[in-house]
């Protein structure tokens, strides 16, 4: 594959490219679903081709095919080199950051390989999982389990001269379990874990742990939880996973530099953010920091370099409240005039490569949940979520907490439920008044673009403590 | 006949005389051209060229759904997986064995590849961008696909079918700043049908017309939705009505057979036998004969959305509608009301206009608990006449609620398919009372 792809990039450069990049991918990927405990389905599949990108008389041309013969791939390059032909006169005029040929292979081995286990075996445990989750809580009427598992191999190479591969396992391990009991009222609970890892992931995220756990939640919030009689002023404690979800709704998208400049304007939207804010404006408290960090081994967002050839690293994007970093690629961190970060990823090789997130978090602060929740003399205290969104300029948020707590006096009461936690980004960011010790972190896919692209990720944060959230 | 296509064939000789049942190879070739665009210029075009194979093969009542894009395969290696595949598989309780079913000869031919439209479609970009600046809007960003698939499906109870299925969409937002926006879609079978003179009147009328901007206050409002946003919340619907939503505890239409479940006025059906539609199919992807069939009939639910293997577990027939794992609807259809589409603003009195959402998530998909994000245009509209132009809304509300409380459709369906709204759908304006606006602080 190797010398073809040479080929077909030394021929986009005698048709006048300034810049070709190939990228090949060979995934394999089995997906399970459950319904209460049996086999519905098992859908496997292989998808692999290569996608073409060329940079042309200042328009990029993208073309892919999965026949993988030299014909079809000279003819797939053509294609690439004729549309930003095309383009030219109402395109872009672009121009891209440069770097240096890179020649790396990046490896994960999984513990437990998904090759170790029968399909057999996974059906069973699964059957087990359920039965446990079913005895503990037998309102829990509906049990959906989608299980999925894939093995990547990635080659990607680039008229700079670069050669890289990445050969990695991916597990994702979603769940949504349906409590009802007729004479109240029906609460479902919707969690995933996830990570490049094999089935090792089941013990090192404690799936059956945390799924008992929510079990129990929903029988409790069915017997005990009230709907908030109160409505006003409140301190609010949010748990790691709805904290975790905002960095990345909230700091991660807006800070997309692509969004920023008008690209995704059409789907996913623009952002809150300017590029004039960068290093300047304060737009949280001193508090908050949040990063986006590839580089966490095993983590759903773990990659060594991006789609575009670019080492990744990781990125301060708020810092002690001050705009400090955006997500950028190539084209766009040329704009800059800055060097890409490394965020540039597609989900497929028939999919252009676009600016992403990895592993965004709110970092770390000094404080424990104890002392969160003894600080806090009426309040609210969020666990967890099912239903959420935000505005397409990442202003505009809504997350509505499940297993809630009423506060008193630093103590937590008695339990709530279906609690709207609807602020801007400007009020919610700016009014972290405590950030904790217990950095954790949650798995996600992450969607962008149009075809929309899903790609692995994991977001993250300690407990935090918002001031002042008016709940109606 | 091509290598590929004698391939296939010996794939489903090769499973059959290795004790596989049931087997049907579905063949897809797929071209696709994709043109994005923002900042009123090409952000970059696309041409995919993909070949696939999804499989469905029985064996000892167990059976295994799969799919190939690896043209390259060996027949007898990726025979000799499958069946050592599917052998692990426990025996199901409700293995549905497939149907004969006729040879169909009534299909539309696409007789051309996406690339010979690559310049049509840059011009038809061109115009719309350029239409659009004319009536003051400063940027525009969409996107502008043509896919065309060939499809072949196969059976080991002799079914060999063929159908060529074209889809031609935009969908063009317009942008004063971040938060003045208009958008519309359009979609049609192909190209020259394509209608973007809506598109392009839709995303700019409220940008075009200035209207103060407000922040707007939580509450309760009668409103209007535009064909964009009600469009979305009608597949949602459709979605529901799938049989696997229902039987995966996802369905706020669980155990509602017969029941009321929207007012009168509300009819959905899903037929993919209008030659109008991108959806237009004559066969599903197990090789039934697809029909027309009522969804919600006069606000009440006829029917859930089957294939072989749902119909099996729930006792009755399949409605044409494989997808082999879920049931999916082929072209969504609201019945129009008798409203004039230039009465309704008048009709509604005091309330809102809202144009567009995204971003819908369920709190509870059993009780259609849900919120989504308003964009696009949220109109004050006071005695009828439109007043300003409202940011940061949210709709919070319940869908059994909103389709109980739909009092007037207007007359004319629109074609509304992009990112929030995947499955070709034909939708009015609708006149709904009460609903539940919130926003943030």
């Not at chain 1, 990547?152 to 009991?181: C, F, V, W």
């Not at chain 2, 009542?61 to 069946?83: E, H, K, P």
């Not at chain 2, 082929?330 to 019945?335: H, V």
Request: hydrophobic share 35%; proline share 3%.
């Amino acid at each position: 594959m190797e010398e073809i792809i040479n080929k077909v990039l030394d021929y986009a450069l005698k048709e006048g490219a300034k810049f070709a990049e190939a990228r090949y991918q060979d995934l394999r990927y089995n997906e399970y679903v459950f319904i209460n405990g049996e086999i519905r389905n098992i859908n496997t599949g292989l998808i692999k081709g290569i996608g073409i990108r060329v940079l042309i008389d200042g328009s990029f041309g993208f073309a892919s095919t999965n026949i993988l013969t030299q014909e079809e791939l000279i003819k797939t390059c053509n294609n690439a080199i004729k549309i930003a032909r095309t383009t030219k006169r109402r395109g872009r005029n672009i121009n891209i950051e440069r770097h240096r040929g890179y020649h790396d292979t990046c490896i994960v081995k999984p513990k437990i390989s998904h090759n170790e286990k029968d399909f057999d075996e996974v059906i069973k445990d699964f059957k087990e999982l359920d039965s446990d989750v079913f005895n503990l809580e037998q309102r829990i009427k509906t049990r959906l389990f989608n299980v999925y598992t894939h093995n990547e191999y990635k080659l990607y190479m680039n008229t700079e001269g670069s050669k890289i591969e990445h050969q990695m396992p991916y597990t994702l391990i979603y769940r949504i379990l349906t409590a009802i009991d007729p004479q109240k009222t029906t609460v479902q609970r919707a969690k995933g874990v996830g990570g490049k890892k094999g089935w090792e992931i089941i013990e090192d995220e404690n799936f059956k742990e945390d799924m008992e756990r929510d079990a129990k939640v929903l029988g409790k919030i069915l017997d005990e939880a009230k709907e908030l009689k109160e409505k006003g002023q409140f301190d609010v404690i949010i748990d790691s996973e709805i904290a975790g979800l905002s960095s990345h709704e909230a700091c991660g998208h807006p800070f997309e530099l692509d969004r920023i400049m008008g690209r995704e304007a059409a789907q996913g939207g623009l952002s809150y953010a300017k590029i004039e804010m960068l290093g300047k404006e304060k737009i949280g408290s001193d508090q908050l920091t949040i990063i986006d960090d590839p580089l966490i081994e095993k983590s759903s967002g773990y990659y060594v370099y991006d789609d575009e050839g670019v080492p990744a690293r990781k990125k301060y994007l708020i810092k002690n409240g001050y705009v400090n970093e955006f997500l950028t690629n190539r084209e766009y961190a040329n704009y800059i005039s800055a060097k890409s970060n490394g965020s540039a990823r597609s989900a497929f090789y028939f999919n252009e490569p676009l600016i992403r997130m990895s592993n965004t978090y709110i970092d770390k602060g000094d404080y424990s949940v104890e002392e969160i929740i003894e600080s806090v003399k009426k309040g609210i205290y969020l666990k967890s979520y099912m239903e959420w969104n935000i505005d397409d300029i990442r202003w505009n948020q809504k997350y509505v907490g499940l297993e809630c707590y009423f506060i008193e006096n630093g103590r937590i009461k008695e339990m709530v439920t279906n609690v709207p936690l609807e602020m801007t980004t400007g009020f919610y960011f700016k009014n972290i008044t405590a950030v904790g010790k217990d950095l954790k972190f949650h798995t996600g896919t992450c969607g962008k673009g149009d075809p929309m692209q899903g790609v692995p990720v994991w977001f993250g944060s300690p407990t935090i403590k918002v001031s002042g959230v008016i709940i109606r | 006949m091509n290598d590929i296509e004698r391939k296939i064939e010996s794939l489903l000789n090769r499973l059959q005389s290795k004790g596989a049942k049931d087997i049907i190879i579905k063949r897809t070739l797929t071209e696709q051209l994709i043109i994005r665009y923002s900042n009123n210029k090409i952000s970059i075009p696309i041409i995919n060229n993909t070949w696939e194979i999804t499989l469905k093969i029985g064996y000892k009542n167990r059976y295994l759904v799969t799919s190939l894009g690896d043209a390259q395969f060996n027949v007898d290696d990726y025979a000799d997986y499958l069946i050592r595949t599917v052998s692990k598989m426990p025996e199901d309780s409700n293995y549905a064995p497939i149907k004969k079913s006729e040879n169909f000869i009534d299909k539309l031919p696409v007789d051309t590849s996406v690339i010979e439209y690559e310049e049509k479609a840059m011009d038809i970009i061109e115009n719309v961008i350029n239409e659009s600046v004319n009536k003051k809007v400063k940027e525009t960003a969409g996107i502008f696909t043509i896919k065309i698939d060939k499809i072949r499906l196969l059976n080991s109870l002799g079914i060999d079918l063929d159908d060529e299925r074209e889809t031609v969409s935009i969908n063009h937002r317009c942008l004063n700043d971040a938060s003045i926006t208009g958008q519309w879609s359009s979609f049609s079978r192909n190209i020259k049908d394509l209608n973007v003179k809506p598109v392009i009147e839709k995303s700019t009328l409220f940008l075009e017309k200035n209207l103060p901007v407000k922040k707007i206050q939580p509450g309760k409002y009668d409103v209007i939705l535009s064909p964009m946003i009600f469009a979305q919340l009608m597949e949602r619907v459709a979605m529901s009505a799938s049989a696997f939503s229902v039987e995966s505890g996802l369905s706020f239409l669980s155990e509602k057979i017969n029941e009321k479940v929207a007012c009168e006025k509300l009819s959905i059906y899903d037929d993919p036998n209008t030659t109008r539609s991108p959806g237009y199919s004559r066969f599903d992807d197990e090789g039934i004969r697809t029909y027309r069939k009522d969804i919600i009939e006069k606000g009440i639910l006829k029917t859930y959305l089957h294939n072989l293997t749902t119909a099996k577990k729930f006792n009755t027939e399949s409605t044409g509608n494989a997808g082999l794992i879920v049931p999916i609807p082929w072209s969504i259809f609201i019945n129009e009301g008798d409203m004039k589409e230039e009465e309704i603003l008048k009709e509604l009195g005091n309330g809102l206009l809202i144009v567009n959402s995204w971003y819908l998530r369920y709190q509870n998909y059993r009780k259609g608990d849900f919120s989504t994000v308003l964009r696009d245009g949220v109109i004050e509209i006071e005695k009828g006449e439109e007043k300003s132009y409202l940011v940061g809304a949210r709709l919070s509300d319940n869908f059994l609620n909103i389709m109980n409380a739909i009092e007037t459709l207007t007359n004319l369906n629109y074609p509304i398919k992009w990112w929030e709204v995947e499955i070709p759908t034909f939708a009015p304006y609708a006149l709904i009372r009460n609903l539940n606006i919130t926003t943030s602080e």
